[in-house]
T-cell receptor, first 111, second 118 residues
């Protein structure tokens, strides 16, 4: 059974810092991996989706990498802003479109 | 495109009552819909997968008689929490697998429904 772990569980940084969120998964037979953002009490916003054949995806200040063989993905946030404060979830998808979520990283960016 | 809505966004009910939550794909037909539950400060946990016109597949530990799922059309799935109890209070999120014209390798998420059982 796929297990997804996110480290750290919580992170607090001053504004402007570059930061890395980590995601690891136990079964490398994934179809793709997706990073989401969730604001308190809200639904999910998809940030980046990396296909299993890809190594990374970029969108603005966000860069996600994928190393499928080692079961790892990272989400890099450049020049963090207070508006980036949220919970970040990674999820891996199998060939049947089933998602397994990690526990999330709660990010706080202080002004 | 690929918008998924949920109704209601928030519901408060008394213990013992039943609550129905609707999940709609607004601009595409979704053959598969997923229901997740999220407790405070925890991640999303898949409850069940529903395919249009067939019975839902429940994850281990989810009571199918308590959480009734109906996927009667390609744009609507409903989750009914029967005889709700305070421990059922949670954030329920649905998602829809992409149908014709939309990516089939992703899920499109609704905004969630906050259920509070008194």
């Amino acid at each position: 059974k796929q297990e997804v772990t996110q480290i750290p569980a919580a992170l607090s940084v001053p504004e402007g810092e570059n930061l890395v969120l980590n995601c690891s998964f136990t079964d490398s037979a994934i179809y793709n991996l997706q990073w989401f953002r969730q604001d308190p009490g809200k639904g999910l916003t998809s940030l980046l989706l990396i296909q299993s054949s890809q190594r990374e995806q970029t969108s603005g200040r966000l860069n996600a990498s994928l190393d499928k063989s080692s079961g790892r993905s990272t989400l890099y946030i450049a020049a963090s802003q207070p508006g980036d404060s949220a919970t970040y979830l990674c999820a891996v998808r199998d060939a049947g479109n089933m998602l397994t979520f990690g526990g999330g990283t709660r990010l706080m960016v202080k002004p | 495109g690929a918008v998924v809505s949920q109704h209601p966004s928030r519901v408060i009910c008394k213990s013992g009552t039943s609550v129905k939550i609707e999940c709609r794909s607004l601009d595409f037909q979704a053959t598969t819909m997923f229901w997740y539950r999220q407790f405070p400060k925890q991640s999303l946990m898949l409850m069940a997968t529903s395919n249009e016109g067939s019975k839902a597949t429940y994850e281990q530990g989810v009571e199918k008689d308590k959480f009734l799922i109906n996927h009667a059309s390609l744009t609507l799935s409903t989750l009914t929490v029967t005889s709700a109890h305070p421990e059922d209070s949670s954030f329920y999120i649905c998602s829809a697998g992409g149908g014709q014209g939309y990516s089939t390798d992703t899920q499109y998420f609704g905004p969630g429904t906050r259920l509070t059982v008194l």
